[in-house]
């Protein structure tokens, strides 16, 4: 299981740090982040690989979004800095086990187990 939390109102430039927390050890689960927005499909944002070695983000938040993880609380955070009115949406964090060790991936479609989302909403 997996649990995306930390969302939050806030205003434009601002910064927020999700959580998704997860209850197996991070080295058995690549992690992906993900949001969909009113309307829109569910966008691939970040990925970080199993054994924490490869990171992906897509160009949306490439230089305003960092992904990290803390393994001993099996737990992988995003900051997200610089936060634009366009971030508004529910992120949600994935996992997959099967693949190597370095597979990341922001294609929704190669993660097996989704969490509940949580809502981020950028507004003045």
């Known amino acids: 299981q997996l649990q995306a939390s930390g969302g939050g109102l806030v205003q434009p430039g601002g910064s927020l740090t999700l959580s998704c927390a997860v209850s197996?050890?991070?080295?058995?689960?690549?992690i992906g982040w993900f949001r969909q927005a009113p309307g829109k499909e569910r966008e691939g944002l970040s990925c970080?690989?199993?054994?924490?070695?490869?990171?992906m983000y897509e160009g949306s938040v490439k230089g305003r979004f960092t992904v990290s993880r803390d393994t001993d609380k099996k737990t992988v955070y995003l900051q997200m800095h610089n936060l634009k009115v366009e971030d508004t949406a529910i992120y949600y964090c994935?996992?997959?086990?099967?693949?190597?060790?370095?597979?990341?991936?922001?294609?929704?479609?190669?993660?097996?187990?989704w969490g509940q989302g949580t809502q981020v909403t950028v507004s003045s």
């Open positions: 994935a996992r997959r086990t099967a693949g190597g060790s370095t597979f990341c991936s922001t294609r929704a479609h190669m993660f097996v187990e």
């Open positions: 197996e050890p991070l080295n058995y689960n690549a």
């Open positions: 970080i690989s199993r054994d924490g070695r490869k990171i």
